[in-house]
């Protein structure tokens, strides 16, 4: 069974970076798809990027040339590049697999807020 545990958020600037962490207690490459989602105050789970087990990528219209989602498969570990944020970007971010966002499951997150 993996574990994954979110990291890396924090308080930054519109226009500033953050790369955030999906750290993995077994092996990511034993899932297909790994996710991140964002959930802001008051607003419904929405999903902002996928990597798949062979690598290709896909993200949601209003991350596209800023996000960037990759995987370190020797360090078991997924990240999420924020770049250029946006105010509209703050939420808790979380990473998962189909196989746990399907079930409701979801970890703790990491939260990302964005203000001048």
């Known amino acids: 069974q993996v574990q994954l545990v979110e990291s890396g958020g924090g308080l930054v600037q519109p226009g500033g970076s953050l790369r955030l962490s999906c750290a993995a207690s077994?092996?990511?490459?034993?899932?297909?798809?790994i996710q991140w989602y964002r959930q802001a105050p008051g607003k419904e789970r929405e999903w902002v990027a996928t990597?798949?087990?062979?690598?290709?990528?896909s993200y949601v219209d209003s991350a596209k040339g800023r996000f960037t989602i990759s995987r370190d498969n020797a360090k078991n570990t997924v990240y999420l590049q924020l770049n250029s944020l946006k105010p509209e970007d703050t939420a808790a971010y979380y990473c998962?697999?189909?196989?746990?966002?399907?079930?409701?499951?979801w970890g703790q997150g990491t939260q990302v807020t964005v203000s001048s």
């Open positions: 998962n697999t189909p196989t746990y966002s399907l079930k409701n499951y």
């Open positions: 077994g092996s990511i490459t034993s899932y297909n798809f």
């Open positions: 990597i798949t087990k062979s690598g290709s990528t």
